[in-house]
């Protein structure tokens, strides 16, 4: 069985700060793993994902992610937070076919301060 | 192109009334998804249908909820009876080209 989990469930940083967000994963075949961003009465909105290949992947607003098979992690980064960042972010994982189909972590809110 | 339309926003009712939520996927998508998310919890897939076939539907509770996507289209979740348990924010979601895309979703407080 497939299973997510997100360490800290609240993350405060200042503006221009690195933004590290932490994402395990536990997966008995290669996953799929996403990062979803949701804004306050808001849908969830992709940020980023992994399929094959590269295994650092770039994704919208500057965010960036590792898949670390060893780690078995797939931590989100951004160098320089700003404040239109603060929302709440969600790690995801699927094994493929159905990219909808996901296992969501609890989700990490993500403060920024001025 | 319009997003995934969720109706309504909001909706409140009595324990033990029953409620339906509609959806309208983005048009082309074949592939629609409902998921709970109840406050502080990552969403949890509910059903999954392709066209107007489910696909998976292992964690719907079947004895209060149904879901239907007539036509392969619009869809409706529907829950009857509700419990208190229940309360949460209902997300639909259509898919295609490897991306899913959320819609607003629809806000349920059970009294």
């Known amino acids: 069985a497939q299973s997510v989990t997100q360490l800290g469930s609240h993350v405060s940083v200042s503006e221009g700060a690195l933004v590290l967000l932490r994402c395990n994963y536990s997966s008995s075949v290669p996953p799929y793993l996403f990062w979803y961003v949701q804004y306050p009465n808001q849908g969830l909105q992709l940020l980023l994902k992994y399929t094959t290949g590269a295994t650092l992947v770039k994704g919208i607003n500057g965010f960036e992610a590792e898949f670390k098979k060893s780690e078995t992690s797939f931590h989100l980064t951004k160098p320089s937070a700003h404040m239109s960042d603060a929302a709440e972010y969600f790690c995801?994982?699927?094994?493929?076919?159905?990219?909808?189909?996901?296992?969501f972590g609890k989700g990490t809110k993500l403060s920024v301060k001025p | 192109e319009a997003g995934v339309a969720q109706s309504p926003r909001y909706k409140i009712i009595e324990k033990r009334q029953s409620v339906a939520f509609w959806c309208n996927p983005i048009?082309?998508?074949?592939?629609l998804y409902w998921y709970q998310q109840i406050l502080g919890q990552g969403p949890k897939l509910l059903i999954q249908?392709?066209?107007?076939?489910?696909?998976?539907d292992s964690q719907l509770p079947k004895d209060r909820f149904s879901a239907e996507r007539l036509k392969g289209v619009d869809s409706t979740l529907k829950i009857q009876p509700a419990k208190l348990e229940d309360s949460a924010v209902y997300l639909c979601a259509s898919e295609r080209g490897g991306e899913a895309f959320f819609g607003q979703g629809t806000r349920l407080t059970v009294v």
């Open positions: 048009s082309g998508h074949a592939t």
């Open positions: 249908f392709q066209n107007n076939g489910v696909v998976d």
């Open positions: 995801a994982v699927t094994v493929g076919g159905s990219q909808g189909n996901l296992i």
